[in-house]
């Protein structure tokens, strides 16, 4: 009996070992054309932006973010967005 559960145990084993499940898939790339909001853009002081958020097409929040790394926000920051680049930091 011990002999017939080792002999199992070794074929369950490889049997697990050799079954690495599907392929790894590769991400498809991005497509920038899509509906989907872009990344959001760190107020890291490289670059000053404004960034105004939407509903419904009516402007319900706004960020401004400075040089500095300096912020600034009003309204609802919610809903979606664009952003405006206003200039690269020296």
Known sequence: ????????????TMAL???GGAPEQEAAPEDVQ???QSIIWA?????????IWSRNG???GRESCYCDGS?????????????NLI???N
Do not use: H, I, P
């Open 34 to 36: 899509s509906a989907e």
């Open 43 to 51: 107020c890291d002081g490289t670059r000053e932006f404004d960034r």
């Open 58 to 60: 009516v402007e319900v």
């Open 17 to 19: 070992m050799g079954c």
């Open 71 to 83: 912020t600034y926000a009003a309204g609802t920051l919610s809903g979606s967005y664009t952003q």
């Open 1 to 12: 009996m011990n002999k017939t559960f080792a002999v199992l145990s070794c074929v369950v």
């Open 87 to 89: 200039r690269y930091c």
